[in-house]
C-alpha cells in the first residue's frame, strides 16, 4: 500500500526513535511505500523540501509556526490554514500517487480538507490516530470557553472536529475511557469503526549498568544515595503546576528522596519561581535535554512520574508513560479521576496512583515507593509493555481492519 502520513510534529527522519517515526517504519518494513507531510515551520527559516530516505518520502512543508510554546493566538491561526498549504504541497509534489491509507493524529484536528481531498482523489481509506479530544481540552483548563466570545471559536472547533470523526474510516484511541469517551459525547459515530490502538513504539532496552548509572548522576549532579523521582516532558497548563509545587513544597528536605523536574512549556517560569525562592537542598529543575540525553538521564532515576490537571474531564493518556516504561522505572501517577491511566500502572503492577487535587495522597506514594521492591514491579512493567505498546501491534490493528475492508 502507498501510506499518506499528515502530520504537524517534528519529522526529521524514518530512522529517528519517535511514536510516528517508529510506527512508520514498521509499516515500511512490511512492504508498504511511505509518504510523510509535516511543517517546516517559519521560525526555522526552511523552505519546502522533499527528502527521499530508505523506501520513505517526507515532504517538508513551509508553514506558519504551528507549534512551540509562544503566541497562542499565532499558533492557533497558523494551524487553521495549514490545509490549503498541505493540499497545495501534495497535488505539487505527488500528483500521479494514488494512497491506499491516510494516517493522521490529533492533535491539529484540523486535517479535515486535507484528508477529504486524498480521499476522493484516490478513494482511500483513513485512519485517525486520536492522541487528543480537542477542543473540551482547552475548556477543561480554562483556555477556552462554551460561552461568551470564547464560545464561538468553541463551537467553529466543535465542528470540526465531528467533522474530523466523520471522515475517518476508523478511530484509533489511546484507551478503553478513550473509547467511552468519544461515543458518549459523539452518539453519532458508528461504535464500531472506534477501537484501542495505542501509542507504540519499537521497544529498546534503554537500562544502563551500575556503573553508567552512577556517572550519569555524576553527570548531572543527582545524589548516588537517593532515590530519584524525574518528571519529564511539557510543563504547560494541563500538567496543573500549582499542584505540583504544592506537593514539591511537602517533600522540600525529605532525607531520602530526590525530586528531578526536566522540560518546558508555558509554565516553567512558575517551577523556576519555586525553585529560586526555597532552593530546595533535594530537588532540580533541568531545561529540556535533547531525547537521547533524556533517555539516558531517566534510565538513571528510579520512579517516573506524571502529572495531569485535576479538572480534566476528557481521559488523557500521556506518552511518557513508554519512555518510564521502557527505561524500567515504575511509575508513579498524579492526575484526574477521568483518565484510565491510574487504572493500567496499578492494575498492570508497576506503579501508583492517585488524585491530582490531594497533595498529602502524593506524599503518601512517594512514601509507598521509597519502601517497594522494584524488582518484580519492572517484570510486570516488561511483559505489560510487550503486551500493549509495540508498533507492530498498532499496525496489526491498523492493517487488519482495512485488509478484511
Known sequence: MNILFLTIAPFSSIESHSLYSDLLRCFRDHGHDIYAVSPSEKRFGKKTELIHEKGTHVLHVETGDVTGSGNLIKKGLAQMSIEPIFIRAIKQHFPNTKFDLVLYSTPPITFCKVVEFVKRRDNAKTYLLLKDIFPQNAVDIGMMSKTGVKGILYKHFRRVEKKLYSISDRIGCMSQANVDYVLKHNPEIDPKKVEICPNSIEIQDMSVSP???????????????????????????????????????????????????????????????????????????????????????????????????????????????????????????????????????????????????????????????????????????????????????????????????
Open 211 to 405: 556503573e553508567e548509572r552512577s556517572a550519569l548522576r555524576d553527570k548531572y549532579g543527582i545524589p548516588q544515595d537517593k532515590k530519584v523521582f524525574v518528571y519529564g516532558g511539557n510543563l504547560g497548563k494541563p500538567q496543573g503546576i500549582p499542584f505540583i509545587i504544592e506537593c514539591l513544597k511537602k517533600l522540600n528536605g525529605h532525607p531520602e528522596a530526590y525530586f528531578l523536574i526536566v522540560g518546558d512549556g508555558t509554565e516553567f517560569s512558575k517551577l523556576q519561581k519555586f525553585f529560586d525562592e526555597e532552593k530546595p537542598a533535594n530537588m532540580k529543575l533541568l531545561n529540556r535535554l535533547p531525547k537521547e540525553d533524556y533517555d539516558r538521564m531517566v534510565a538513571a532515576c528510579d520512579v517516573g512520574l506524571i502529572f495531569l490537571d485535576h479538572r480534566f474531564t476528557i481521559p488523557n493518556f500521556p506518552s511518557r508513560l513508554l519512555s518510564y516504561m521502557q527505561a524500567g522505572l515504575p511509575v508513579l501517577a498524579a492526575t484526574d479521576p477521568n483518565t484510565d491511566i491510574g487504572k493500567v500502572i496499578t492494575e498492570g503492577g508497576f506503579g501508583w496512583w492517585c488524585e491530582s487535587n490531594d497533595a498529602n495522597a502524593f506524599t503518601s506514594k512517594v512514601e509507598a515507593a521509597m519502601k517497594a521492591d522494584i524488582t518484580p514491579m519492572q517484570k510486570a512493567e516488561k511483559a505489560y509493555l510487550l503486551e500493549n505498546y509495540t508498533v507492530e501491534r498498532a499496525y496489526g490493528t491498523i492493517v487488519g481492519y482495512f485488509n478484511k475492508a
